[in-house]
Structure formats: structure tokens, C-alpha cells
Nanobody, 128 residues
């Protein structure tokens, strides 16, 4: 049984930083492209970033403006999202997802329904 579990969310002040983690079990982690998506209340789910199987390639949504960094540790079956310079507009539930695919990372990030497994999400709130 595949389980994808996010952690690390919470309340942070504008301009602050936060690191999200995602652990995956029940699958061969380094066979999967991993990604982060987010959904603000009342909004559609949007892409954040994704990373290929060995961590050598990444792709980010344009609005990231270099503030977020995705990484993975295959020895720990863990995906990370380091977030800096957080803004109130970054407030959302952040979801981790996994997919086995040879599509380009840009195409995968643009196609949420292509992804195989999803976590339950972790809430990030940016507020003073």
C-alpha cells in the first residue's frame, strides 16, 4: 500500500521561511518523479515544482521567482520543499505527489491528473 505523507507546514510571518517534507512508502521511491502542488481556499490546485527520479533535474512554476527549492533524498525516501521570502499569497494546503512517467517535467507539472499518488496535504499559513 502506497502512502505519501507531508509534514512541516504551519504559521509563518511574511518574509519568513519554512521547509516542507514528504515521505513516501510502499513504492520504489527512486523510480518516481516527485512534485509539489498547492491549493488555496476557493482556488484550483496549482503546480509548484517537481524533480526527476535521481534529483538531477528540477522544474518550477514561473511564479516561484526563485523563492522555493525542491530537493530529494532517495536514501530516506523523502522529498523537500524549502520556501523563503514567504508571502501571504503563498497560504495554501501543500500537496506532495508521485508519478512514474517519461514525460518532460514541464508537462508533468502542467498535468495534475497524470500523477499517480497524492498525500493528504499540509497547511501553510503566511500571516502576521
Amino acid at each position: 500500500q502506497v502512502q505519501v505523507v507531508e509534514s512541516g507546514g504551519g504559521l509563518v510571518q511574511p518574509g519568513g521561511s519554512l521547509r516542507l517534507s514528504c515521505t513516501a512508502s510502499g513504492l520504489t521511491f527512486d523510480d518516481y518523479v516527485m512534485g509539489w502542488f498547492r491549493q488555496a481556499r476557493g482556488q484550483v490546485r496549482e503546480a509548484v515544482a517537481c524533480i526527476n527520479e535521481d534529483g538531477g533535474k528540477t522544474f518550477y512554476a514561473d511564479y516561484m521567482k526563485g523563492r522555493f527549492t525542491i530537493s530529494r533524498d532517495n536514501a530516506k525516501n523523502t522529498l523537500y520543499l524549502q520556501m523563503h521570502s514567504l508571502e501571504p499569497e503563498d497560504t495554501a494546503v501543500y500537496y506532495c505527489a508521485a508519478v512514474r512517467s517519461d514525460w518532460p517535467l514541464s508537462s508533468l507539472l502542467a498535468t495534475p491528473n497524470k500523477w499517480d499518488y497524492w498525500g493528504q496535504g499540509t497547511q501553510v499559513t503566511v500571516s502576521s
